[in-house]
């Protein structure tokens, strides 16, 4: 799978966000409230399981929007690793600061942003 990825994810969410959202994990299931621990650990379960540790990056922090209700999600997109020397310059950035209900599931926090190589080939 990481001969197609052509980026790095550095997803940020900061636990202290309060608030929820109601959102599927992966499209095709069912809805659930998600505080921003919980988007936290989702998303960490869906990078372990699609093998993408090597290329998205899941951690704690401020996520921007900390005066509204949260949860909140930004991501950092680098550059994949070039000669096995990998940098943390962002080459661009999207942030899910009061927008998660607008996506179709949490997944696309991955999927839009590390493209389609970052989903399962396999069903």
């Known amino acids: 799978m ?27 299931v069912r809805a659930q409230q998600l505080d921003a621990r919980a988007v936290l650990r989702e998303l960490v379960a869906l990078v372990d399981a699609r093998g993408l540790a090597s290329h ?12 509204g209700r949260g949860p909140n999600v930004n991501v950092d997109i680098l550059a994949a690793a070039r000669d096995g020397r990998p940098d943390s310059v962002a ?5 899910y600061v ?22 399962r080939a396999d069903p």
């Open 91 to 95: 080459i661009d950035w999207k942030t």
């Open 56 to 67: 998205v990056r899941v951690r704690e922090g401020c996520a921007g929007g900390c005066s």
């Open 2 to 28: 990481s001969a197609g990825v052509t980026r790095r994810l550095v997803i940020t969410v900061c636990p202290r966000e309060a608030g929820t959202v109601r959102l599927p994990v992966t499209r095709g």
């Open 98 to 119: 009061y927008s998660l209900p607008t996506l179709a599931c949490l997944a696309d926090v991955i999927d839009e942003n590390l493209g389609a190589a970052g989903t």
